[in-house]
């Protein structure tokens, strides 16, 4: 693993506990599965055995793992774990996978008329994405946020986790979401680093993301690289 150290990125420990919670959920590692020794794991991740040790703490109050002094450290995996990453659906073939991301472009615009209909506000804010998993390009996502929920945005402000960043900056909470998976060509204003060239087929997900009151904030498009990852939707 290399540390993600780009503006918006999680505190190193966290990146650490969403690696492992969505390795948990994955099935890669399995209930009662028992992790490296801590120094060992540390090397192996590139970390301090300070910043491994907070990573497992925080899976130790999650219910996520069982520390038992003198034998090591075990997963617990009775139920599916919800990290902050819970609602990205795509992981790696092989499961999991650390999302991070960058933005490659952020205005405020007329809504245009081949989204869906949603929001109060004519405008929304339009953000435009690289997705990595661990590291490796695997998805672009165009996002289109009701601008009734914020003037502007900051793009140095934003978390690489924008449902955190909705929740801690704007106090906007999104529970819920509609994902529509199908095929479409990647677009026109894809960049060098992503797989698919701009109009070859390649996997689609349109999502519409819901607050507590059914209404729909955003809309999003995600076009991903097969070849690097899959949707993947699991009930427990």
Not at 24 to 46: F, V
Not at 129 to 145: Q, T
Request: hydrophobic residues 35%; charged residues 25%.
């Amino acid at each position: 693993m290399i540390p993600d150290t780009a503006p918006g990125a999680l505190p190193l420990y966290q990146q650490v506990s969403e690696m492992l919670i969505r390795d948990i959920a994955s099935g890669r590692l399995r209930d009662g599965a028992r992790l490296p020794p801590e120094r060992k794991m540390a090397a192996t991740l590139g970390l301090s055995v300070g910043t491994l040790r907070k990573a497992l703490a925080d899976l130790e109050q999650r219910g996520l793992i069982d520390r038992r002094q003198g034998s090591g450290n075990y997963i617990r995996a009775s139920q599916t774990p919800e990290g902050i990453y819970a609602f990205y659906r795509l992981e790696r073939l092989t499961g999991g996978g650390l999302p991070s991301a960058r933005i490659l472009d952020l205005q405020r615009r007329a809504k245009p008329d081949d989204l869906p209909g949603f929001g109060l506000c004519p405008d929304a804010h339009r953000i435009r994405r690289l997705r990595y998993l661990d590291g490796d390009v695997a998805s672009l996502e165009e996002i289109w946020l009701d601008a009734s929920h914020a003037d502007r945005l900051d793009p140095d402000e934003m978390s690489q986790s924008l449902y955190l960043y909705y929740r801690d900056a704007l106090d906007l909470w999104i529970t819920g979401y509609d994902d529509h998976v199908s095929v479409a060509p990647a677009p026109a204003w894809a960049p060098d680093g992503f797989g698919p060239r701009a109009g070859t087929p390649c996997g689609f997900v349109e999502r519409l993301s819901r607050t507590a009151d059914g209404q729909i904030a955003e809309v999003s498009r995600t076009w991903f690289d097969s070849t690097i990852a899959r949707y993947v939707a699991r009930m427990r």
